[in-house]
């Protein structure tokens, strides 16, 4: 098996470790959770592949988290860009521009009366729950175990000792008092949420959720989960608000509300989205959105504040409207499905050619591959894998030029890039891999 040298990347990270804290800028880009040491500095990336400082070249199934649905530096959104940044990248007034990607978000996820655009999905989801309180002028938060909704004070919070307790902080520099507005439950379990409500519900603004999970690897809504999360939050006079971030134009050209495994889109429709990723095309992005009424609560409209002076900016808003263009293309998802269908089906038998346990959980483009012989259907059963095998997995392929995200709770995202030769180098590293993996 062909073993790359990173020599480079070592220097880097030394050199990095004394300015920037923990030598990165976002912790998942650490490879802590894969037994440490310096994460590969990437210097170039093309379509579905990027090099290293030490000219490695590298199979991309990390795709930055989720933006880069495109490949790297797609002709169309690169020029959309360059275009941009020509005719000046910020000007602090309206553009017609952000009309144009509003009114393309609208089309495709039509419970989207209003948007709004924001820099992060950390930004737009934190924004969707002040307008949620606004409008309800309540103020707990209910959110499901293992959902990642960004990094502000209230969802970072995890779960309390069931779905009837408050919430405990899950960082540092979180207030209890914070937690002591969020409720905690299992994703998938009505009862839990039923339980939650009964006990607070005069208090409850809104129940947050990633409807399709992205990150405890991917993971579908049980059936009738999403259409009686909706129900029994309105009942309880509470806004039901979906995080998109991940699942807006990852499955589909529409988000996952409008996904064709939810055939009564009305029954599954929040009240308020929040998106990011994607839809900025690989610049920084994120958008929040719903219920006109609900959005007129938004200043200058409304009494609830929020604000940007980067929000909105041409660069990326050309990028993400460039991205969703191409996305528009006939084919293309269909395309990523069947690259991804393959491939997951690949990694199945080779594991179980092996005796390597190996659960899959694929929506079409997309898949995580949890090393355990359960079902994965919340963060529980996520939690309940082998974390040591990953690691030993994550750099075995990683020797072999294949990049996956350095967590076992990521998930593999393949671009419209992706080639054959890439699918089928990457079964052939995965087989190595996997024969590797049973001495
Ligand atoms: N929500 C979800 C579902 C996410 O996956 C993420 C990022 N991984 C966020 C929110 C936060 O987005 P950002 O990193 O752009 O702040």
Known sequence: MSTTQRPRSE??????????VGGVNSPSRSFKAVGGGAPVFMKRAKGAHFWDVDDNRYIDYLCAYGPIIAGHAHPHITEAITAAAANGTLYGTPTELEITLARMLKEAIPSLDKVRFVNSGTEAVMTTIRVARAYTKRSKIIKFAGCYHGHSDLVLVAAGSGPSTLGIPDSAGVPVSIANE????????????????????EDVAAVMVEPIVGNFGMVMPKPGFLEGLCTMTREAGALVIYDEVISAFRFHYGSAQ???????????????????????GGLPIGAYGGRKAVMEQVAPLGPAYQAGTMAGNPASISAGIACL?????PGVYERMDAQAARLADALQSSADRHGIPLTINRIRGSFSAHFCDHPVTNYDEAQNTDGERFARFFRLMLDQGVCLAPSKYEAWFLTTAHTDDDIDATIAAAEQAFAAMKD
């Open 11 to 20: 220097a880097l990270y030394a050199e990095a470790l004394a300015h920037i």
């Open 325 to 329: 263009e191409v996305l528009r293309e």
């Open 258 to 280: 409008t996904y064709a495994a939810f055939p009564d889109h009305s029954a599954v429709e929040p009240d308020l989205t929040a998106l990011g990723k994607i839809i900025g």
């Open 182 to 201: 969020v409720i905690t439950v299992p994703f998938n379990d009505l009862d839990g949420l039923r339980t939650a409500l009964d006990t607070f519900g």
